[in-house]
Each structure stands twice: as C-alpha cells, then as structure tokens.
C-alpha cells in the first residue's frame, strides 16, 4: 500500500518492495502546463490535512524529483514548530537493491525504520511510479520477502496512530503512470490537481452521507455489464472516510482514520468475514508496465479461490508474485467508493484508480488500513467504473454515477 499502509496497488498489483518507500481547503487555480504552487500547496497539506502542531516530529518522503515540494513541506512544517526529517531516494535503486545485495539480507528486520516508527508523529509521503516495470525479472521470493518488512514497518507506523498523509494515491502525474492510463502526462496532471483543488466542505459532506447508508445497511450487491456479480454483509461494521482532513475526531477514533490519501475523497468498509460471494470482472488493467487482460476473480466464502485472464507475460508474472504470497492473500479485504467529483475518468482511456465519483474498487488481502486485521503484505485490489452498487436494495452507484444521498 500505500509508505502509506494502505498499500494500494493500481489494480490487482502487488505492494511495493520495502526499500521503495517513498485536502486542500483553499483554491489552487492552474493548468497542466503550469508549476503548480508548492508553498501554497505544502502549506495547506501541513496547516490543515493533516494538523501539525508544535512538537511534532514529522517524517517526509519521497523521490528526487520531488525536492522542491518536500523543500515546501519542511519549511511548511519549521514555522509551526515541529520538526521535519526528509527522507529522499531515487526509485531506480530499488533494481540496483536486488542486483547487489543478497538475497539473504531480504528477511532482515527494518530496525532503524522501526525504531522510527516510535519516534515520528507525522508522516507525509510522494508516491508516485517512474518506472513500473522495474522489478518484473526479480524472484517472487525476493519481492515477497522485502515488501513483508517494509510492511512491519508500515504496520507499526499505523498502529501508533501516526498521522498520515499519501500525496498521490494512484494519479501522481508521472509519464509512466500516464502512459499505464492512456493519458498524457499534462492530462493526469490536471486530473491530479483539480482532484487536490476540490471543495472539501461539499467533499465531507458527500462522505459522510454515503458513509450513513453504509453504516444503516446490512447486504451490498455489486453489478457491472461484464459479468460482476458479488455481494457481502456489512452489518456493524466499521466504516472509514478519506476525506482530505485529518480531524480533531479522527485522531481521538485512532487508527485508522488517521490518515489520507490525496486526491481525497473515498468511502470504505471492510465486510464481514466469510461473507462475500461471487466473482469481479476485470475487462483490461495495467500491470507492471505490462497490462492484465480479462481477468475473473472468484469469491466463496469471503475468501478468494479461483483467477483467470487471458495468457500474457504480465498475467504469468502476476501469478508467479501471488504463488509466493502468504496464504492470507486470498482473504476478501475491503469495499470502496469513490466520491471525487472533481476526478472523471476520460473517455477512451483506461484510468483505473479509487477516487472518481462512482467508482467502487474491492481488493483481496492486506486491509489494516481499512480497519481489518489481515497485515500481510501482499495486497491486489480491482476498481471498476461503470458498475452499480446497491445497499439493501438501495441505490449509491448507478453505472458508475454516485447517487448522493
């Protein structure tokens, strides 16, 4: 998931190895083409998502291009008195980890990150994918073994309550992650930013009114053309909100609600245990610079038992990863809807990602981030547009359009 223990692979994706670790209340008004303004921006992800407030020992990541926002956010986080640890890497050195170091060394404990862990208070991470085809030829045992102790790390990071901030969730505007949504670089950018300039008050609102029907409600039934057909139970359980705002709330409920992902703007429940029954279908998704093509996920039992696409490198190679998976891989790990109405998905394009209003995304495996207690480090979730979610019979998505309540 998503440094961000959410770990949110694009879709059916494993997490990312350890070593690879990497709203806005005010309007922030420009285009693709524009440098957007990082001060204005670092000071409001600071100042208001997620509250630092003297004292505060805040953890900031992220990649080499990134400098001169993480510039913004320390600076950001000195003037109000806490202090900020930048923490940068370049994503190509995750390649460079597995030619020159032992595989013997994967298993080994991240104790300085650990250690960290207990010391930090605030974490802001940059997630965003250059090269995402960088490991395809690395062993699945490796990868497993590697994602498994940045996953104790994410882990302990969580269940401290530290407060967390992911600036990215699946639309960093980078030219890989373009060219995975058949975008261009400046369209994903400008999908980006107007998902970080949306109204947060109206946001809130649409979250926690989806929020109220999902807390009412006892079976969700999801549907979609292609052949989707799943249902769960819900009853009394515990629903989340990203809404852009870690709040005064949100930080006395604990984990895990302190933490967001921005673009903000997604309602979710992890569904009772052994309750979910039926299949998802998957018409196309990208996958380690490589793209997953028809795939049918099978649920029974609330575990899942059976996967197919059509045969290709990339399905090989993610069947090779999910082998080397720890059991709890299959288990059904949450239900998410997207309530963004500054994010659409363009016609024609292939954007697979949690928050446009009216897409809902399941996911097998990993859910501590959701609430759940599944903290493996394996994680592959599906999001689907276009499809039509109904809780007791009730209406919130309708062919991919959120019915506000």
Not at 40 to 58: L, M, P
Request: hydrophobic share 40%; net charge positive.
């Amino acid at each position: 998931m998503k440094t961000s223990l959410k770990m949110k692979p694009s879709v059916l994706a494993t997490v990312r190895s350890s070593f690879a670790l990497a709203g806005l209340l005010a309007t922030i008004a420009l285009t693709a083409a524009e440098k957007p303004d990082y001060k204005t921006i670092a000071e409001r992800i600071v100042g208001q998502s997620v509250n630092v407030k003297e004292g505060d020992r805040v953890v900031l990541r992220g990649d080499v291009r990134d400098l001169d926002l993480l510039e913004e956010l320390s600076f950001a986080v000195w003037r109000r008195g806490a202090e900020p640890l930048q923490l940068v890497q370049r994503e190509k050195s995750g390649r460079r980890y597995f030619n020159e170091v032992p595989a013997a060394r994967d298993g080994a404990p991240l104790g300085f990150s650990l250690k960290l862990a207990e010391l930090e208070t605030v974490e802001i991470s940059i997630n965003g994918a250059e090269a995402p085809g960088l490991l395809t030829d690395v062993a699945p045992a490796r990868v497993a073994a590697t994602t498994k102790r940045g996953n104790d790390a994410a882990n302990a990071r969580l269940k401290r309550g530290v407060r967390l901030v992911d600036i990215g969730n699946g639309l960093y505007p980078t030219e890989a992650t373009a060219k995975n949504y058949g975008l261009t670089k400046d369209q994903l950018a400008t999908l980006f930013w107007n998902g970080i300039n949306v109204d947060y008050t109206k946001l809130q609102a649409t979250g926690a009114a989806v929020q109220s029907v999902f807390k009412k409600g006892k079976v969700a039934r999801l549907t979609h053309p292609n052949g989707t057909d799943l249902t769960m139970r819900i009853e009394g359980r515990e629903v989340g909100v990203s809404d852009g705002v870690i709040s005064a709330e949100d930080i006395a409920k604990g984990p895990p609600h302190t933490q967001v992902w921005l673009p903000a703007g997604e309602v979710y429940v992890v569904p009772v245990i052994g309750s979910v029954e039926g299949k998802i279908v998957i018409d196309r998704v990208p996958f380690e610079g490589d793209e997953l093509v028809g795939v049918t996920l099978t649920a029974k039992g609330g575990k899942l038992v059976a996967h197919t696409a059509k045969a290709g490198a990339g399905y090989e190679r993610w069947k090779a990863l999910y082998a080397a998976a720890p059991a709890a891989k299959n288990d059904f790990a949450y239900l998410d809807v997207g309530i963004n109405p500054n994010v659409t998905v363009p016609a024609g394009s292939k954007l697979n990602t949690w928050v446009p209003a009216g897409t809902v995304s399941v996911g097998f495996g990993s859910n501590v981030w959701a609430g759940g207690t599944n903290t493996e480090s394996w994680g592959f979730a599906a999001s689907l547009n276009g499809c039509t979610l109904t809780i007791d019979g009730k209406t919130v998505v309708d062919a991919g359009k959120l019915k506000t309540p």
